[in-house]
């Protein structure tokens, strides 16, 4: 707590209060209006949370208009250039980088966790075959609360450590099934003898019939992509977690709020929407007339992986993954793959348009990461579920930063009503 004050006046009464200012670490200051009720009985205004702290957290640090993401303090560039994804998540979960022998015991209990219950299994049949990923997905997380009953007290901190492990080992093997579902083969076992993402590999693409060897080069880019989208501060998704999780509801159903908030198009699901959108866009002789559709407030169309919230310069993220691209789609032999070509020349052109300029529009995370998961033989409709896979990691880290803050309280936000001011019943007759 600082000793700096903010005072505010009310100029219809003249009635003034001084507010404590919060410092944190790096970033701005935050006003405490927790007494403004009180002194004044007003609530504030913030439709959309765009000024709004609504926690403290330690966890991640963005800069949105340096374009700085750091996750514990380290920057995002260096994690992605030195990195594993597994070491990410410790670091998110734990708050320093592990040594060896701690990185070694958390790989390991990850890998030991990476079987789901077969009840959880025959869920998928409920399923028709083109129901879409994302709702199978989040409707299995959900229906794991009905399971693992032995470690479900949520204020036991061993429990919750073994809650972490366990739903960032089986969301894979979730994914997979779900996966595997709609194509209607079978389901692949996972195995633990391959890394995180060497074993989702194999689980989404190994059949019984043959063998299957992961490409290393294909491990790499999406361990590398899964670095990129572990964590991101108080987004959409993760205040979803952590609202449900304020309430004290089971964990997996905070989790499986948190998929569903990811799902939409202006959040996880835009990556999806960026690949519909360059196939509709189809040449660059048609990029035009689509910025023109972006342009236009009268039409519904967006120019989806660009904007963002927080980010009024390039998202780091972003920049990062256009560099992998070039290398993952030379590595896996894509040397001309029209997609990334026209998605290049797309940014190109926004960049230097004025609607955009002036509103600060960039490519966001999901710009390009559609292209490098295409690359993989991953489908369109699972491009949501694998930001899932990789957000559940900060997830769970805010889930268990909140739980373990002794000043925690069921999230409840006020309105502005402006609805129908009292009335008397009038029977349906005289109406
Ligand atoms: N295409 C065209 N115009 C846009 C776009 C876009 N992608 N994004 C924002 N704008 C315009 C808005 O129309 C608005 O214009 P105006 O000032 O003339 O009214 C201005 O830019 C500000 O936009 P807001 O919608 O107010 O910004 P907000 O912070 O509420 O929304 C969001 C951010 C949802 C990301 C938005 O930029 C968007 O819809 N982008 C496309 C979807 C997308 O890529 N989402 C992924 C975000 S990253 C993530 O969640 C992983």
Known sequence: MSDKKFELTDLSSGKKSLLPVHTGSIGPDVIDVAAINKDHGVFTFDPGFGVTAATESKITYIDGDAGVLLHRGYPIEQLAENSSFMEVAYLLLNGDLPKAPELQTFTDSISRHTMINESLLRFFNGFHHNAHPMAMVSAVVASMSAFYHDSMDINNPRHREIFAHRIIAKLP??????????????????????????????????????????????????????????????????????LAGSTGTNPYAAISAGVAALWGPAHGGANEAVLAMLEQIGTVDN????????????SHFRLMGFGHRVYKNFDPRAKIIRAACHKVLASLGHTDNPLFELALRLEEIALQDEYFIQRKLYPNVDFYSGVIYSALGIPRSMFTVMFAIARTVGWVAHWQEMIADPAMRIGRPRQLYTGAAKRDYVGVAQR
Do not use: W
Request: hydrophobic content about 45%; some cysteine; charged content about 15%.
């Open 173 to 242: 093997t979730i994914a997979a099934a779900a996966h595997k579902h709609s194509l209607g083969q079978p389901f692949i076992y996972p195995r633990n003898d391959l890394g995180y993402c060497a074993n989702m590999l194999n689980m989404f693409y190994a059949v019984p019939c043959e063998d299957y060897v992961v490409s290393p080069v294909a491990a790499e880019a999406l361990d590398l992509l899964f670095i990129l989208h572990a964590d991101h501060e108080q987004n959409a998704s993760t205040s979803t977690v952590r």
């Open 287 to 298: 990029i035009p007339k689509y910025l023109a559709m972006a342009k236009d407030k009268s």
